[in-house]
């Protein structure tokens, strides 16, 4: 009697999973450094629009003083969702926290998704809604952008025949035009899930998480990664239908965010006032950058209501110029989609970054014109 061959592991895993290409994160400082040979307090590194101020000092107080890491976390997260919900203006009820907003994509879509099901997608767009999407084994409808990256809601609507959900950013990354108003209503009179990431909502001064109580199909996703400078820490949240918030509550992990997470997001709410004097510095430097960008001739700017500028090298290779910026220790970021080969995104820093990838953009457009 002969035993059936062992198969290899990979025999093992769904095939949509072996098939799928990897969302492209961003590298740590340390790797930058090492990789081109220069101490870490010598890199600019515009490429994740992270905050360049990091959390707020009552943040770091409470986490060290906290004294129950040992812990799990409320599985109910009764603290937190009342603190986020007197945040947002709405009913704790309508609210549920995740470790970031990409967590809350997640769940979104296993929610929503059997397999074969599909999402719309805008894009240039935030890469990991097509990436969860395509995780859980739905698929991806593209309904791309105009030419000034504004929706359009032609295409919107003739995918909506076909799709369970869109997710949008307002302000859009890597584009960074918020939602209009009409385009909202338009989106939501599809009957569709609308979903709406605001994670640079703090950055624009405009949100639409007010209006869930009142629109049956919208959800908002928020993040603490961007203005509170808690992107390591992994802290985010979704407003919601309270019908949907119930359902995601009982099948997401039960200790979800973690104890620091919810740490840091409380006394970052308790401390909201210096944090968002911060968010008035970035946007002032977000709107001297932009400024300093478009007297580059060689360059077009396109105008941001985020923490970061998208740029356009006509005639040029991106993935080119953000090579040569490496190079001499600044890193922004690049898209290798048709849309965007000629286009970085560079976040905003400090003042002295700014300047300095100033003088290095226009040291290659000297360069160009030899």
């Known amino acids: 009697m002969t035993s059936k061959p062992k198969e290899g592991i990979l025999d093992l895993v769904q095939p949509h999973i072996l098939e799928l290409l990897g969302y492209e994160p961003i590298e740590p400082v340390n790797v930058l450094a090492e990789r081109i040979g220069i101490p870490p307090d010598q890199i600019a590194k ?13 943040v770091l107080e409470a986490l060290g003083s906290f004294d129950s890491y040992h812990r799990y976390a409320d599985p109910k997260q009764r603290e937190l969702r009342a603190a986020l919900g007197d945040y947002v203006g709405v009913g704790a009820e ?13 769940l979104l ?15 240039p767009a935030f890469g990991m809604y097509g990436f969860s999407t395509r995780v859980a084994g739905g698929r991806i409808v593209e309904a791309a952008r105009r030419d000034d990256f504004s929706l359009d809601l032609e295409a919107v609507r003739n995918a909506s025949k076909d799709a369970k959900a869109i997710f949008v950013a307002s302000p859009n990354n890597p584009t960074g035009n918020p939602l209009s108003v009409e385009e909202l209503d338009a989106l939501l009179a599809t009957g569709l899930l609308v979903v709406v990431d605001e994670a640079y909502a703090e950055f624009s001064g405009t949100s639409v998480a007010s209006q869930v109580p009142q629109r049956e199909n919208l959800v908002v996703l928020r993040t603490f990664s961007k203005w509170a ?8 949240y979704g407003i919601m239908p ?56 060689f360059l077009k700017v396109f105008p941001s209501s985020a923490n970061f500028v998208l740029v356009r090298i006509p005639g040029s290779e991106g993935q080119e110029l953000r090579d040569k910026l490496a190079a001499t220790g600044i890193f922004v970021r690049y898209f290798d989609t048709p849309r965007l080969r000629d286009c970085i995104r560079i976040s ?23």
Do not use: F, W
Request: net charge negative; glycine share 10%.
């Open 94 to 106: 309508y609210i549920v926290a995740g470790a970031g907003s990409d967590e809350l994509i997640d």
């Open 46 to 58: 515009l490429d994740g629009n992270e905050n360049p101020y990091g959390p707020s000092p009552r």
């Open 109 to 123: 879509v296993r929610v929503l998704l059997a397999p074969g099901d599909a999402v719309i997608d805008c894009p």
């Open 242 to 297: 309270a019908s949907l918030a119930d359902v995601l509550m009982h099948m997401k992990p039960p200790y979800s965010p973690n104890v620091a997470a919810e740490v840091a997001m409380l006394a970052s709410l308790e401390d909201r006032e210096p944090l968002m004097e911060r968010v008035g510095t970035i946007v002032a430097e977000r709107d001297r950058m932009t400024t300093q960008l478009s007297a580059l001739e």
């Open 348 to 370: 905003v820093g400090t003042e002295a970054d700014t300047d300095r990838v100033t003088v290095a953009l226009r040291e290659q457009g000297g360069e160009r014109g030899r």
């Open 229 to 236: 400078g808690l992107a390591g820490l992994r802290a985010g």
